[in-house]
């Protein structure tokens, strides 16, 4: 892990000298093995049809993007030569872990009971026991977590953030990822 936090410190230093282009994440291709059906279950969230088209037989692409979100999802035939199901730790980001788990629910969706972590890294892992019942203890923020998978297997992490480090932090990705290899890492976690 310190190699990554050396590569982190290095991509900064040389960054400063060179001017940021804005670089903005807006879709995120996800493996599908029957076209139709994925559609239907992605209208089923009540997420925004944006496209759905096709150049004959054997391309066809659309696109969905989920309430409030400023990035969208796209799958179809031949977009990508990944193995269905593949996708896996997509996030969505709520304000109210239980009422986003709730309107799930309500949709039809299998989902997980609402947890937390007991062991670094366990939301990514729903076999092992890290994962802790209930909602993160006094309902921390990024600390709650609900799962689902689309009929595939592409799973989705619901996530409750109920508080940012404030106004909008230009360097939150440096932030972040720190926080991230320190979580993995088993350390104390930045504030």
Same mark, same amino acid.
């Given at each position: ?83 269905? $199901? ?68 592409? $799973? ?36």
């Amino acid at each position: 892990m310190a190699n990554l936090k050396d590569e982190i410190r290095s991509n900064d230093a040389r960054d400063a000298s060179v001017a940021r282009a804005d670089m903005k994440l807006e879709v995120v291709v996800i493996p599908v093995s029957d076209v139709d059906r994925a559609k239907e279950f992605y209208g089923s969230l009540g997420w925004r049809l944006d496209a759905d088209r096709a150049a004959g037989d054997d391309f066809r692409i659309i696109q969905y993007t989920p309430p409030g979100s400023g990035c969208s999802v796209q799958f179809g035939t031949n977009l990508t030569p990944a193995t269905p $199901g593949s996708a896996q730790g997509l996030y969505l980001i709520v304000s109210d872990i239980e009422a986003a788990r709730d309107e799930l629910v309500a949709r039809r969706v299998e989902v997980s009971a609402v947890f937390h972590e007991g062991a670094p890294g366990a939301r990514f892992h729903p076999a092992t026991n890290g994962r802790v019942s209930g909602p993160a203890p006094g309902r921390g923020s990024y600390g709650s977590y609900a799962s689902f998978s689309d009929p595939d297997g592409n $799973g989705w992490l619901l996530q409750e953030v109920t508080a940012r480090t404030g106004q909008a932090d230009p360097n939150w990705p440096d932030w972040y990822a720190e926080y991230m290899v320190r979580e993995q890492a088993g350390e104390e976690l930045p504030q």
